[in-house]
Each structure stands twice: as structure tokens, then as C-alpha cells.
């Protein structure tokens, strides 16, 4: 048996039937599309599936998507505007802060959550925000970086 749960997806109120044992990294893959969000681990340690909720970043991958009934999500997808990249997407790719892209989505929603709650963070609190998602090739200097070159705008 199904639930009808109501939220915020990118900016746009849906309504959708979900399973109670189905995850909000599911809901959005599966049902919605919306790939950017990866599962790497499925257990929250790797943040390849970090989105935003209520503005702040999560694990998608451990969340039940009943719980995102009532709540605001952003996605990596809702970002951008048409065409027009959002300026850390930008940022990530003048600075080379990506190599395979894998955890690209992941790092720039854990960075966009900080700039929300801080717009002028210190490197350490950058560094410190981007903790729970893992790049395995970039060593993180150039992600930095691009973060950086926003936060100095």
C-alpha cells in the first residue's frame, strides 16, 4: 500500500504515491528522473546522493521519501535556470574541480547548503562542509578552489 505524499521538488509542488520502504534517492531516480543524485554507498557515507532539504544537505540515500512530505527539495537539477548554470556549477568547472563527475552533484549541494546558511565561510569551514562526501580523484584542492572563487565574490 502506497502513500500520498506532497512536497516541494526544484522549485515545483508534485504530489506522488511512494512506497513506505522506498528512499527519497529512489523517489527521485526512479520516479522522477532526476539522476544527478547518485547512490554510491547507500549507507550516507560517501555523499554522492546529497541533496538539499529545508535548505540544508542530506543524505538521500537514508532518508524514506514519506518523510519528504510537506518539505522543500532541491536537486542538483534545479540548480540551474534553463540553460544557465548556477554559479558554483560554473565555478566547478572553470576552477577543474571535477575529474569523472561522479560526486560532482553530491559536493556542490553540500557546498550550496553551507552558502546558504553562510555566505562568507573560511576555508576551514568549507573543508569542513564537503567532509561527508568523497572524491576519489581530484584530492580536493581544485573543489576547493572553486568553492573559494564564490565565496570571494
Known amino acids: 500500500m502506497g502513500y500520498q505524499i506532497t512536497f516541494t521538488l526544484n522549485s515545483e509542488k508534485v504530489s506522488h504515491e511512494v512506497e513506505p520502504n522506498k528512499t527519497l534517492l529512489k523517489i527521485l531516480r526512479e520516479d522522477f528522473d532526476l539522476t544527478g543524485a547518485k547512490e554510491g554507498c547507500g549507507q550516507g557515507e560517501c555523499g554522492a546522493c546529497t541533496i538539499l532539504l529545508d535548505g540544508r544537505p542530506v543524505n538521500a540515500c537514508l532518508l524514506l521519501a514519506v518523510e519528504a512530505h510537506g518539505k522543500e527539495i532541491m536537486t542538483i537539477e534545479g540548480l540551474s535556470s534553463g540553460i544557465e548554470l548556477d554559479e558554483l556549477q560554473t565555478a566547478f568547472i572553470e576552477s577543474g574541480g571535477l575529474q569523472c563527475g561522479y560526486c560532482t552533484p553530491g559536493m556542490i549541494m553540500a557546498t550550496k547548503g553551507l552558502l546558504i546558511k553562510n555566505p562568507h565561510p573560511t576555508e ?8 561527508g562526501n568523497l572524491c576519489r580523484c581530484t584530492g580536493y584542492k ?7 572563487k ?4
Request: glycine share 0%.
Open 124 to 131: 576551514e569551514e568549507v573543508k569542513e562542509s564537503i567532509s
Open 150 to 153: 564564490i565565496v570571494e565574490k
Open 142 to 148: 581544485k573543489i576547493v578552489e572553486a568553492i573559494m
